[in-house]
């Protein structure tokens, strides 16, 4: 089919739009009505108590005020306390995750591992992704006790799930090229894995690694509000006191050393690459 030009298009009166993305018009129009429909209906049916915002506007703005006074010292001692805890969990965390990740996400390569390791790999990927990292801090509480060991063995099952789909997503995406020169040449199967495929995913992983120490992080302070220690703890506790500067302090700290992350990273996945 050839596209009319402009001058075409006026010439003959006809002018190219793009097809629907749903040819049938019926079909189109309905899910278009039921979707804005239900969009109704479910904002309908928020409830929403104005005179309790009402009264949280004068907490909100206590609390933004506490960004323009944050307060280090008073709590000083638990924000470090807290911190520590919360780097400890992240970095022991990431790096029993990857030790983990590294092997399941190798079986649950299609184009790697056989059919039942295939398949047994992906359940542990689908069962890890399934619950969200509070859900399972909650779980885990309740199994081991408050403190960061909970919180140790969230944030390690979670890695599990992020880094293992991802690295059997790129085996799956290599270039098979170079992998079957090594078969070609009587390599061994961990020949071939290390040098026919593990070049070729090592700089993706190093970043994926890299990437999941910053969601870990980050994790920590949300798990810690349910108990799973970290800072999250300490940031509950001031939150539930009404010491928004202090609250104020641990935010920014968490903003810093996210942003120091994630610029970390970024240099170092451009350097790998």
Known sequence: MSLASPSGAAATGRVWRR????ANPLLRWSLIIGSLAYLVLAVG?????????????????????????????????????????????TVTST??????????????????????????CRSIIAVSRSFQEVIIAIVLVALVGFGPLAGFITLSFATIGFLSKLLAEDIEDIDPAPAEAIRATGGSWFQWLNYGIQPQVMPRLIGLCLYRLDINFRESAVIGIVGAGGIGATLNTAIDRYEFDSAAAVLILIIVIVMAAEYSSSYIRKWIQ
């Open 45 to 89: 049916s928020v409830e929403v108590n104005w005179l309790r915002i009402y009264e949280g506007l004068d907490r909100g703005w206590a609390f933004i005020k506490g960004f323009l006074a944050p307060d280090f010292t008073s709590r000083w001692g638990d924000i470090v306390d807290g911190m520590v805890e919360s780097l400890t969990m």
């Open 19 to 22: 097809p629907p993305l749903i």
């Open 95 to 120: 790096a029993a995750g990857i030790l983990l990740s590294v092997p399941i996400g190798i079986g649950a390569a299609r184009n790697v591992a056989p059919r039942w390791i295939y398949y047994a």
